[in-house]
């Protein structure tokens, strides 16, 4: 079944409560959030559009490409791939996307080359895999 990625403009904090910070970095942070709709949590990728898109004509950031890139993941469906949920641009020039939250870890496995190496299947979802792309 083919998926499709539906981008809207709307409020930031539309129908997600702050939880807590994850990440952050130079192009934007990861939240955790509480959908007031559904009362689950998700996880929340803030980016602020003036640091991902260039002043020169037909000349994408290397952070623009990486989001049409993870736009596209969106279609995945694997064990180890958090699942998208919704993503859409925000009234003060922001992207947010919108994921399952996974386990955070701040010494996941997948950073060690030894269990990568014997492990390859088993890598685990992190947002620090996911979103440090």
Avoid at 19 to 34: L, N, Q, T
Avoid at 81 to 103: G, K, P, R
Wanted: one cysteine or more; aromatic letters at 14%.
């Amino acid at each position: 079944m083919e998926k499709y990625v539906a981008l809207s403009v709307k409020p930031l904090w539309d129908k997600y409560q702050f939880v807590e910070s994850i990440d952050s970095g130079a192009f934007g942070s990861v939240y955790k959030v509480k959908n007031t709709v559904d009362n689950k949590f998700y996880a929340m990728k803030v980016q602020k559009l003036k640091k991902i898109l260039t002043r020169a004509p037909n000349n994408y950031s290397n952070e623009m490409v990486s989001i049409i890139r993870e736009i596209n993941t969106f279609k995945l469906s694997h064990p180890n791939i958090t699942q998208f949920h919704e993503s859409y641009f925000t009234y003060d020039d922001q992207f947010a996307i919108v994921t399952e939250l996974a386990d955070q870890c701040s010494d996941c496995k997948h950073n060690d080359p030894d269990y990568k190496r014997y492990n390859p299947s088993s890598q685990p979802k992190c947002h620090a895999q996911r979103f440090k792309s």
